[in-house]
């Protein structure tokens, strides 16, 4: 079974600081593999999507790559703000599975 | 305006009974789930559903029951066999099980026994 790893579980950073979330995993056969945004109480939001076929996707002040040969994947985030203090999840989807295996996430702060 | 609406918000359930999380999509998709969301862990898959009137068990089926009548309907049954129910429900839909889909959330259910 596919296992996920974030590091690390919890970061708190001064607004203005590009920072790097982790996340390492074990099948590399994946279809594709997903960055999430919680917040506290609230439901997941879909920040960006890798194909198996892709390296990276952009999306504004994100950037999140995708190296199956190692199992990592990266979330960059540039010129963080107060408003990015959220929980951070990366899942994927193995080939031969229906759902995203998740990780347990990165709690993120970003104090003013 | 499209998505996933969950309903209710907060749920609480005495010793012993049974209750109903729903869980509604207007974006046409096929596949349909439901996630429990523990402190500290990950997301862990309890049922999902690729087509109308199927679905199947994930990791954490025991306790629960599900079915899919219409294309945009996937209720969640918290049965009384459900012997640690209290945690955060969410309902996640796609185009298509499996493939190059991204999944999308509602916003969430959560459960407490009294």
């Known amino acids: 079974k596919q296992e996920v790893t974030q590091i690390p579980a919890a970061l708190s950073v001064p607004e203005g600081e590009n920072l790097v979330l982790n996340c390492s995993f074990t099948d590399s056969a994946i279809y594709n593999l997903q960055w999430f945004r919680q917040d506290p109480g609230k439901g997941l939001t879909s920040l960006l999507l890798i194909q198996s076929s892709q390296r990276e996707q952009t999306s504004g002040r994100l950037n999140a790559s995708l190296d199956k040969s190692s199992g990592r994947s990266t979330l960059y985030i540039a010129a963080s703000q107060p408003g990015d203090s959220a929980t951070y999840l990366c899942?994927?989807?193995?080939?031969?599975?229906?759902?995203?295996?998740f990780g347990k996430g990165t709690s993120l702060l970003v104090t003013p | 305006d499209g998505g996933i609406t969950q309903s209710p918000k907060y749920l609480f359930r005495k010793e012993g009974q049974n209750v109903t999380l729903s869980c509604e999509q207007n974006?046409?998709?096929?596949?349909m789930y439901w996630y429990r969301q523990d402190p500290g862990q990950g997301l862990r898959l309890i049922y999902y559903s690729q087509i109308v009137n199927d679905f199947q068990k994930g990791d954490i089926a025991e306790g629960y029951s599900v079915s899919r009548e219409k294309k945009e309907s996937f209720p969640l049954t918290v049965t009384s066999a459900q012997k640690n129910p209290t945690a955060f429900y969410l309902c996640a839909s796609t185009w298509a099980a499996g493939g190059y889909n991204e999944q999308f959330f509602g916003p969430g259910t959560r459960l407490t026994v009294l």
């Open positions: 974006l046409n998709h096929d596949a």
């Open positions: 899942a994927m989807l193995s080939n031969s599975g229906y759902a995203l295996n």
